[in-house]
C-alpha cells in the first residue's frame, strides 16, 4: 500500500550561520542538524559553481562519463518521427496515416500490447488532489512496462532481446517552470512568497510513493535523477523574487535532495541507482549535484550509504536498461518525471528538448504505445473525470 506522508521531518542541511561562508574560499565545518555529527569539506573556489569532488568528501563512483550526452536536433527528430511510425505500425495501422488524428475507440488492440497493460499499475492511495485536466493525481504514480530502442547517444541498441523493465511516473511539484507555473499558488502564503515547509513536505509525500511503489513492484535496482529540481525550479525567482538569491536557490535544492534521502531511508530493499548530471562551473545541473553530494555525504551508516550508487554524467534511461540486461525482467524501475495531463507530455512535438519524459518517449516504442492509449489518442488536455486514468487502464486490460 502506498501511504502519502504528509507530515515528514523537514532536514535543514547547512545552519543559518552556513550563508555567511557559503561564497568564501575557504575550508568550513558545520554540524549537521539531522546526524548530530560533524561533516568537513575542503572548499577550493566557490561550490555553488564548482563540483565538489567524491574523493574529498569519502564518497565513490559506480559508473560516469566525461559529459552528459548532446543530441542535436536533426538526430532527435529523426528518431521522434521512426517512434511515431513505429506506433502505428505496432498498433495496426498503415504507414502514412495522420498520428495526430488516428486514435480509433473502436480499434481492436493487437494481443501483444493488450497484454503489456497486465504490467500496467495505477497507484492512487493518499490525498487525492486533481485540477480538471489533470490525468495523474497529485500524489499519483503510474507504473509501465518499458524497453528502450535506442541508446543515450540516439543510436539504436545494438542486441534485440532488450529485457524489460518499469517506469515509475510520477509528477513533481511546478513552481518554477515559468512566470505561471501551473502549482505555485497552492504553495505560497498570502503575501505571494514560497510556503518552502509546505512544498518540501510534500515533495517527501511524491517521493515517498514512488520509492513504495518500486518497492511494491518487486524491484531491487531504482534509477532516479534530481527529481523535481530543474525546469521546475529554473524560474522560480519570476515567481518569489527573494530567489534572485543563489545561495537561498541552492539552500532549496538542498533540503529536496536530504529529503529524498530521509524517504528513501524509510523503504528498504532497494538500491538507488542516481544518475546526476554535471556541467561544470556555474551550471545548474551542478548545483543539483553538490545538493545531492552533500546529502548522500552526510549519512554516516555506511550500509545504508552503499545502497546509494552515484551515476555521473549518464543518462537515466540507458542505465535502467543496461541493468535489466544484466539481472533480467522487471528487476529494475526508471522514475520518470511525468506530466500529470498526458502520459508523455507532447512526446510527438518538437518542444522539451531536455526533459527526461518527452525524450525517453522518443526513444521507446512500448512506452510512447503505452502512453498514446492510456491519453485516449488525445494531443492535449482537456478536461478529465476524477478516475479517467484509473478507467481507461481497467478499459485496456479486459
Not at 273 to 285: F, H, Q, R, T, V
Not at 336 to 355: E, K, M, S, V
Not at 366 to 386: C, H, P
Request: aromatic fraction near 12%.
Amino acid at each position: 500500500m502506498v501511504v502519502l506522508l504528509k507530515k515528514v521531518v523537514l532536514l535543514y542541511l547547512l545552519p543559518l550561520f552556513f550563508s555567511e561562508v557559503l561564497m568564501a574560499d575557504v575550508n568550513y565545518i558545520h554540524k549537521s542538524l539531522c546526524f548530530n555529527d560533524l561533516f568537513v569539506y575542503s572548499g577550493k573556489g566557490n561550490f555553488l559553481s564548482l563540483p565538489i569532488q567524491l574523493a574529498e568528501v569519502g564518497l565513490k563512483t559506480e559508473m560516469s562519463c566525461d559529459t552528459f550526452p548532446i543530441i542535436d536536433d536533426e538526430r532527435r527528430f529523426t528518431v521522434r518521427d521512426k517512434t511515431k511510425m513505429a506506433v502505428l505500425e505496432c498498433l495496426g495501422y498503415s504507414a502514412g496515416t495522420n498520428y495526430m488524428s488516428l486514435f480509433d475507440r473502436q480499434r481492436s488492440i493487437p494481443e501483444k500490447v493488450h497484454k503489456w497493460f497486465d504490467h500496467v499499475e495505477l497507484y492512487e492511495e493518499g490525498e487525492k488532489i486533481y485540477k480538471p485536466e489533470n490525468l495523474l493525481g497529485r500524489f499519483d504514480v503510474l507504473r509501465v512496462p518499458c524497453t528502450m530502442d535506442y541508446d543515450a547517444d540516439w543510436n539504436p541498441w545494438c542486441r534485440s532481446d532488450q529485457k524489460r523493465f518499469y517506469v515509475h511516473h510520477g509528477a513533481a511539484i511546478n513552481i518554477g517552470e515559468s512566470d505561471s507555473a501551473q502549482d505555485y499558488e497552492d504553495y505560497c502564503y498570502p503575501d505571494g512568497s514560497l510556503n518552502e515547509e509546505e512544498y518540501v513536505c510534500d515533495m517527501g509525500g511524491i517521493i515517498f510513493n514512488l520509492l513504495t511503489a518500486q518497492k511494491e513492484s518487486g524491484v531491487t535496482e531504482a534509477v532516479w535523477f534530481p527529481f523535481g529540481m530543474g525546469a521546475f525550479l529554473r524560474h522560480l525567482k519570476e515567481m518569489d523574487p527573494s530567489y534572485n538569491s543563489k545561495e537561498k536557490l541552492f539552500l532549496l535544492r538542498e533540503k529536496i535532495a536530504m529529503e529524498f534521502i530521509v524517504q528513501f531511508e524509510r523503504v528498504s530493499g532497494l538500491n538507488i541507482y542516481l544518475c546526476l548530471p554535471c556541467g561544470g562551473a556555474k551550471d545548474e545541473s551542478t548545483e543539483n549535484f553538490n545538493a545531492f553530494i552533500h546529502a548522500i555525504a552526510l549519512i554516516m551508516d555506511s550500509s545504508f550509504r552503499d545502497r546509494i550508487k552515484i551515476c555521473i554524467n549518464c543518462d537515466a534511461t540507458t542505465v535502467a536498461q543496461g541493468l535489466a540486461n544484466e539481472l533480467g525482467e522487471y528487476k529494475v524501475s526508471l522514475v520518470n518525471g511525468a506530466n500529470r495531463n498526458l502520459i508523455g507530455n507532447q512526446w510527438f512535438g518538437a518542444g522539451a528538448r531536455t526533459a527526461i519524459d518527452e525524450n525517453f518517449h522518443r526513444r521507446s516504442v512500448m512506452a510512447s504505445v503505452i502512453a498514446y492509449l492510456l491519453n485516449n489518442g488525445e494531443i492535449s488536455s482537456d478536461s478529465q473525470r476524477e478516475d479517467e486514468l484509473k478507467q481507461r487502464i481497467e478499459s485496456l486490460r479486459s
